[in-house]
């Protein structure tokens, strides 16, 4: 049963740092993995998806990673923002069976 | 393209009250999901449907919540009666079947609390 993991839960960084998030899953059959944002009680907006064949997504400030043999994927967030605040969730894809990890609590001050 | 709509987008009730929420996804995507998340949790998932099949509900409490989706477009899920545990966030899903490059759409949700 595929597990993911999400480290750290939370994180408390200064306007104008890099993010890294970090998210690792125990099966690599994976079809593709999605990050998501989620706002306080608010649904999911997915940020961005890397089907299994690919290493790398880039879009504006954010970059994702994906290591399929290590059962590893990374988010960066570059020179981030009070608005990049939210919850971050990865999301495996096993061929429409989802898994979630727990997410990542965010918050960038001031 | 329209995005998935939810509705309502809060509900508050009281337990054993029965409650119903609505789904529409985004147009000619066949597979719908119906997720629960807790406050502090990732999603959980009740059911999923390809058109208007079941897929997987092994995780739906069929005691007490039900939904379908008739004429593979819109879904309803609805409990009765509902517990104070199920307060929660209910998201709805969906996706195109088979797009490696698409991925899954979230609507906004419902937020439930049950007092």
């Known amino acids: 049963k595929q597990e993911v993991t999400q480290i750290p839960a939370a994180l408390s960084v200064p306007e104008g740092e890099n993010l890294v998030l970090n998210c690792s899953f125990t099966?690599?059959?994976?079809?593709?993995l999605q990050w998501f944002r989620q706002d306080p009680g608010k649904g999911l907006t997915s940020l961005l998806l890397?089907?299994?064949?690919?290493r790398e997504q880039t879009s504006g400030r954010l970059n994702a990673s994906l290591d399929k043999s290590s059962g590893r994927s990374t988010l960066y967030i570059a020179a981030s923002q009070p608005g990049d605040s939210a919850t971050y969730l990865c999301?495996?894809?096993?061929?429409?069976?989802?898994?979630f990890g727990a997410g990542t609590q965010v918050v960038v001050t001031p | 393209e329209a995005g998935v709509a939810q509705s309502p987008r809060y509900k508050i009730i009281e337990k054993r009250q029965s409650v119903a929420f609505w789904c529409n996804p985004i147009?000619?995507?066949?597979?719908l999901y119906w997720y629960q998340q807790i406050l502090g949790q990732g999603p959980k998932l009740l059911i999923q449907?390809?058109?208007?099949?079941?897929?997987?509900d092994s995780q739906l409490p069929k005691d007490r919540f039900s939904a379908e989706r008739l004429k593979g477009v819109d879904s309803t899920l609805k409990i009765q009666p509902a517990k104070l545990e199920d307060s929660a966030v209910y998201l709805c899903?969906?996706?195109?079947?088979?797009?490696?490059?698409?991925?899954?759409?979230f609507g906004s949700g419902t937020r439930l609390t049950v007092v």
């Open positions: 899903a969906s996706s195109p079947p088979w797009q490696p490059n698409y991925g899954y759409t």
């Open positions: 099966d690599s059959a994976i079809y593709n």
């Open positions: 890397i089907q299994s064949s690919q």
């Open positions: 999301v495996t894809d096993s061929w429409g069976k989802l898994q």
């Open positions: 147009s000619g995507h066949a597979t």
């Open positions: 449907f390809q058109n208007n099949g079941v897929v997987d």
